[in-house]
């Protein structure tokens, strides 16, 4: 069975701190990789996707995130955080062929000061 | 598009009472998703439907819940009777055929059981 581990439960960061945050899925075929953003009191939004080429993927609020196929990882990464970016965030897997769901991970707490 | 959408946004209701909750995909997606959000367990997939049609809904946690989608444009998720421990948020999400397609979540209703 597919499944999704962050490691981190709880990261916490001043503003302009670099941020990476892990994602380890289990799974031998082919998937597609997500990461979402869930901002207080808000539904989650697509930070940004990878289906295939460039492993290295550019997303929205200068988040990106590089998929290592030998390690099974697809961790999110941001140069410098803003307070803004206090959220959960959700790494996501599915495997690639149709009529599948999505695994989600436990979510990472993001918690930035000003 | 008004994106996908749910009703109520929030429900506060007595154990044992029944509880709906709706939801109305973004028009065109023919994949529906019904996820449970808890600090404990985090976000769990109860079921998905394509083209109308139940597809696996081994995350339902018991006869208790049931969903359904009568068509295209509305899908329902039913709790009766309602206990305690169902309080959560409730996401539907939806997305279109294809591999290579992100799900869109709604807002979300946080149920509430007492």
């Known amino acids: 069975a597919q499944s999704v581990s962050q490691h981190n439960h709880h990261v916490i960061l001043s503003e302009a701190a670099s941020l990476e945050l892990g994602c380890n899925y289990s799974?031998?075929?082919?998937?597609?990789l997500f990461w979402y953003v869930q901002y207080p009191g808000q539904h989650l939004q697509l930070l940004l996707k990878?289906?295939?080429?460039?492993?290295l993927v550019k997303g929205i609020k200068g988040f990106e995130a590089e998929f290592i196929k030998s390690k099974f990882s697809f961790n999110l990464r941001k140069p410098s955080v803003q307070w803004s970016d206090t959220a959960e965030y959700f790494c996501?897997?599915?495997?690639?062929?149709?009529?599948?769901?999505?695994?989600f991970g436990k979510g990472t707490t993001l918690s930035v000061s000003s | 598009d008004a994106g996908v959408i749910q009703s109520p946004r929030h429900e506060v209701t007595e154990m044992g009472q029944e509880v709906t909750l709706r939801c109305k995909p973004i028009?065109?997606?023919?994949?529906l998703f019904w996820y449970r959000q808890t600090m404990m367990r985090g976000l769990e997939l109860l079921i998905y439907?394509?083209?109308?049609?139940?597809?696996?809904d081994s995350g339902m946690p018991e006869d208790r819940f049931s969903a359904k989608m009568p068509n295209a444009s509305f899908s329902t998720l039913k709790i009766q009777p309602s206990e305690p421990r169902d309080s959560a948020v409730y996401f539907c999400?939806?997305?279109?055929?294809?591999?290579?397609?992100?799900?869109?979540f709604g807002p979300g209703t946080r149920l509430t059981v007492l």
């Open positions: 799974y031998g075929g082919t998937v597609n």
């Open positions: 999400a939806s997305r279109a055929s294809g591999r290579y397609n992100e799900q869109f």
């Open positions: 028009s065109g997606h023919d994949y």
């Open positions: 439907f394509n083209n109308n049609v139940p597809i696996d």
């Open positions: 990878y289906f295939s080429g460039d492993p």
């Open positions: 996501a897997v599915n495997a690639r062929q149709a009529g599948t769901a999505l695994i």
